[in-house]
């Protein structure tokens, strides 16, 4: 497993479980024991949770399971034909079986790189050198709609700092559920004393001696900040396997199986494969798909020639103040989105969104019961028409 | 097999219901699991395994 983050962790618990019992190599570009990134934009940046509760297992698992660490040191090239990877220390691993498990990188501004003052949410460090940043109360100025720059924009009102998110999009959040919810969220978040600003790209970040003071936008608007988070998404982390002979195409291309070549496998945000149902090419960078692509290859690599293909109903959730996002499938494409329990207004609801005709997510805040139930009809493609027939739509 | 939850952890993902509903609930008001059988008859150790392991949170230890 080159990546020793969720889906790499997962692909080596899934082999043992599966009972392989020959060598395990987890390799990890970051030196740290296996940890969890949800918790990097709420729990550990808010100071509830220090950094030990992030861990994914208890340190000794891995020796339980026999699984050898190598921790720290990125791989730098793979030779398919040899079945060997090398890594940054100069040593080289031979494999069986190769498990592409690398993650993404978050996406820079240009220009950013190098100032103080600018922070990612990606790794644990970049989480807590914006904590200490964001306990001198700075005023910050967050690049992105996205889950990440609200879920910071939450933390960092409460931790009392001044906050402005801007982004390209009309309203906030709208890639991630469409403008209505967005728009509900967006109150949310000036209701608690958010400034929002839409609509605008951001051109560049400005500095002065080397530290970023503001964010200059497309339509030459000035934002003066004391810290800029940049939350504008991440690139899969793939420049390694360059002239590998893998297909690499916004990730490492991958059949219905997750493989990407002989014995070779990929898993988690890296991997792009097509959807078994509608042939559409999918990368899905949330925590539950990693877990879940891990012990599919686990199962595949184990099952040779009776390897099945991989499916999934996306799930991701997102922590904003007091509310809980929930989201079965994918809201993307959709066009149209209807209430089915509760309302906006009361921000406790369930909703469906439609696609082509049939039911292609579920979206739920602060109606976990209720959401539940909605899954299936995501599970099953159900048309809109008929499911509507059997739920109580409000809207 | 013995199976202990840490509740703070739980991001309310309810994974672990659809996979093993006699073993696991969720709480009505945040989802927070709710262990129903701390030690399952074996039947249901695959599906409480594969439970913990996709959990989200890591927040469901099982022991053997």
């Known amino acids: 497993m080159v990546g020793a983050s969720a889906a790499g962790v997962a692909a080596a618990e899934g082999l043992r479980r599966g009972g392989y019992d020959g060598p395990l190599t987890l390799v990890g570009g970051e030196p740290h024991l296996p940890y969890d990134r949800p918790p990097l934009s709420k729990q550990l940046l ?45 040593t080289e691993l031979t494999y069986s079986s190769l498990v592409l ?10 220009g950013a790189q190098g100032l103080t003052g600018v922070y990612t949410l990606r790794t644990v460090e970049d989480a807590l050198a914006l904590r200490t940043a964001l306990a001198a109360r700075p005023h910050l100025v967050i ?64 500095a002065e001696d080397g530290r970023a003071v503001g964010v200059r936008l497309a339509d030459g608007r000035v934002l003066r900040a004391q810290a800029v988070l940049v939350g504008i998404g991440a690139r899969p982390d793939t420049d390694w396997l360059t002239g590998s002979g893998l297909s690499l195409h916004h990730g490492i291309v991958c059949d219905s199986l997750l493989r990407a070549g002989d014995a070779v496998w990929a898993a988690g945000d890296v991997a792009s494969w097509p959807d078994p149902v509608t042939g559409e090419r999918l990368r899905i960078e949330h925590r539950t798909n990693a877990s879940e692509q891990g012990m599919a ?64 997510a579920a979206l739920g805040v602060g109606m976990i019961r209720q959401l539940r139930a909605l899954r299936r009809l995501v599970t099953t493609r159900t048309p809109w028409d008929r499911a509507r027939t059997s739920l109580p739509v409000t809207a | 097999m013995r199976i202990t939850i840490e509740e703070d952890k739980c991001c309310g993902a309810g994974q672990c219901v659809l996979l093993a509903p006699e073993v696991f609930d969720q709480r009505d008001e945040d989802g927070v699991v709710v262990l129903l059988d701390a030690e399952p008859p074996a039947e249901q150790h695959a599906a409480a395994r594969e439970a913990a392991a996709v959990c989200p949170a890591s927040a469901i230890e099982v022991q053997a």
């Open chain 1, 46 to 90: 808010s100071g509830v949770w220090e950094r030990e509760r992030l861990r994914l297992r208890a340190p000794e698992t891995y020796s339980d399971l026999g699984i050898e660490l190598r921790l720290g040191v990125r791989a730098t090239e793979l030779d398919m034909a040899a079945r060997r990877v090398r890594l940054a220390d100069g």
């Open chain 1, 101 to 110: 498990a690398t993650g993404a990188r978050a996406r820079v501004l240009p």
């Open chain 1, 143 to 206: 690049v992105g709609g996205g889950f990440v720059g609200a879920e910071a924009a939450a933390v960092a009102r409460g931790l009392g700092c001044e906050v402005t998110l801007v982004t390209d999009q009309q309203v906030p959040l709208a890639d991630a559920v469409g403008a209505e919810v967005g728009t509900m969220l967006a109150e949310v978040h000036r209701e608690r004393g958010v400034r929002i600003v839409t609509g605008s790209p951001v051109e560049e970040v400005i």
């Open chain 1, 297 to 360: 290859v686990a199962r595949n690599i184990l099952a040779g020639p009776s390897a099945t293909a991989f499916q999934t109903v996306p799930y991701v959730w997102s922590d904003q103040y007091d509310l809980k996002i929930q989201i079965y499938g994918g809201t993307r494409g959709a066009d149209a989105v209807h209430i089915v329990e509760g309302s906006l207004k009361q921000r406790a609801f369930t909703a469906v969104y439609v696609r082509d005709g049939y039911v292609a």
